[in-house]
């Protein structure tokens, strides 16, 4: 067969695929393009909430107050998780993210309400429990796409399925800005709710496992159940662990003291409660508009390049 006419034979998504980077493969792009919709609606809401939570936090109590809900998040964190760890273990994936979505659908609808009260605890309320919310999401949504696809697949795909990610973050901050100023702040939360809603509906026609095995060769596949043991106990053990643990550590520290001096210089440069939500929307676009645009020209040939070392040093040293 001729190059022309194998070139013609290839589908029209897979050309613009390949193009793409994207190594997208038959039988594989509705389940691909729907998780890359699920990621979409995901980080579209969390950017778009969180310029709410930033703006009415400022507005209430000020950016040197932000340290005293930095804790609150970290204290609530552990036990909501753990007991949102007990409920989902006898429970199907996907009927516990459904219901997750549900549950943070109606409780933006909620801080719709009380976020009119005036207060200062609202402010800090939904600064805490959206904060939880989106930890959740995320690890649901990703535990659910390690399920769906095999470690081959997931090398191929994920990096597209983060893309839906960076787009969602723009138009997140774009809905904030745009439903703030054609209407106020609190609506971003009711624009927020469909996005939940939508998402409970798009998880629901996920598969519930990846195919291409056999049930029984799936089931002779599982290893033996070891005991649960102490996360410290297994980073105490590990050099590698021990490593990572500090370099998140040393990375929140950062991120967080960096953040605390950004939303201070927010808060003296903006005046209004919607010229705020209006100012982090259009930051966040920005800067998921840049991430895009730098994935897209620069980390493949990064990676080719200098190598992956030479990419993991990127963002430390674009911070320093």
């Given at each position: 067969m001729a190059p022309e006419a194998s070139a013609l034979s290839v589908p029209g998504w897979r050309r613009i695929a390949t193009?793409?980077?994207?190594?997208?493969?038959?039988?594989?792009?509705?389940?691909?393009?729907l998780l890359f919709a699920c990621f979409f609606l995901i980080v579209c809401f969390q950017y778009a909430t969180k310029s709410v939570r930033q703006s009415?936090?400022?507005?209430?109590?000020g950016a040197a107050n932000l340290p005293w809900v930095y804790l609150a998040v970290a204290v609530c964190s552990y036990p909501l998780l753990r007991l949102y760890t007990r409920f989902s273990e006898s429970t199907a994936r996907h009927k516990?993210?459904?219901?997750?979505?549900?549950?943070?659908?109606?409780?933006?609808?909620?801080?719709w309400w009380i976020l009119g009260i005036d207060s200062i605890w609202p402010a800090a309320a939904f600064y805490v429990w959206i904060s939880i919310t989106y930890a959740?999401?995320?690890?649901?949504?990703?535990?659910?796409?390690?399920?769906?696809?095999?470690?081959?697949?997931?090398k191929r795909l994920f990096g597209f399925v983060t893309a839906g990610g960076l787009l969602g973050g723009i138009v997140g901050g774009q809905v904030a800005r745009l439903v703030s100023a054609a209407a106020d702040t609190r609506a971003?939360?009711?624009?927020?709710?469909?996005?939940?809603?939508?998402?409970?509906l798009a998880i629901r026609t996920v598969p519930s496992r990846r195919k291409g095995r056999p049930a029984e060769n799936r089931q002779r596949a599982k290893p033996k159940q070891e005991p649960a043991r102490g996360a410290l106990a297994i980073i105490r053990e590990s050099r590698q662990l021990q490593l990572?643990?500090?370099?998140?550590?040393?990375?929140?520290?950062?991120?967080?003291?960096?953040?605390?001096?950004?939303?201070?210089?927010?808060?003296?440069?903006?005046?209004t409660l919607d010229q705020r939500t209006a100012f982090f929307g259009n930051f966040y676009s920005v800067m998921n508009l840049a991430a895009v645009?730098?994935?897209?020209?620069?980390?493949?040939?990064?990676?080719?390049?200098?190598?992956?070392?030479?990419a993991l040093r990127v963002l430390p040293t674009t911070m320093g």
């Amino acid at each position: 067969m001729a190059p022309e006419a194998s070139a013609l034979s290839v589908p029209g998504w897979r050309r613009i695929a390949t193009r793409l980077q994207v190594d997208m493969r038959p039988g594989e792009r509705r389940l691909a393009c729907l998780l890359f919709a699920c990621f979409f609606l995901i980080v579209c809401f969390q950017y778009a909430t969180k310029s709410v939570r930033q703006s009415s936090f400022l507005d209430d109590l000020g950016a040197a107050n932000l340290p005293w809900v930095y804790l609150a998040v970290a204290v609530c964190s552990y036990p909501l998780l753990r007991l949102y760890t007990r409920f989902s273990e006898s429970t199907a994936r996907h009927k516990v993210i459904s219901a997750t979505c549900l549950v943070v659908a109606a409780s933006t609808l909620f801080f719709w309400w009380i976020l009119g009260i005036d207060s200062i605890w609202p402010a800090a309320a939904f600064y805490v429990w959206i904060s939880i919310t989106y930890a959740v999401t995320y690890s649901q949504f990703w535990s659910l796409s390690a399920q769906v696809f095999d470690a081959r697949q997931a090398k191929r795909l994920f990096g597209f399925v983060t893309a839906g990610g960076l787009l969602g973050g723009i138009v997140g901050g774009q809905v904030a800005r745009l439903v703030s100023a054609a209407a106020d702040t609190r609506a971003t939360l009711l624009a927020a709710t469909g996005l939940m809603v939508l998402l409970a509906l798009a998880i629901r026609t996920v598969p519930s496992r990846r195919k291409g095995r056999p049930a029984e060769n799936r089931q002779r596949a599982k290893p033996k159940q070891e005991p649960a043991r102490g996360a410290l106990a297994i980073i105490r053990e590990s050099r590698q662990l021990q490593l990572i643990s500090g370099l998140m550590v040393v990375t929140i520290l950062v991120a967080q003291t960096v953040d605390l001096q950004f939303n201070w210089a927010v808060e003296n440069s903006t005046v209004t409660l919607d010229q705020r939500t209006a100012f982090f929307g259009n930051f966040y676009s920005v800067m998921n508009l840049a991430a895009v645009v730098f994935q897209l020209v620069f980390t493949a040939r990064i990676h080719r390049v200098l190598g992956v070392g030479a990419a993991l040093r990127v963002l430390p040293t674009t911070m320093g």
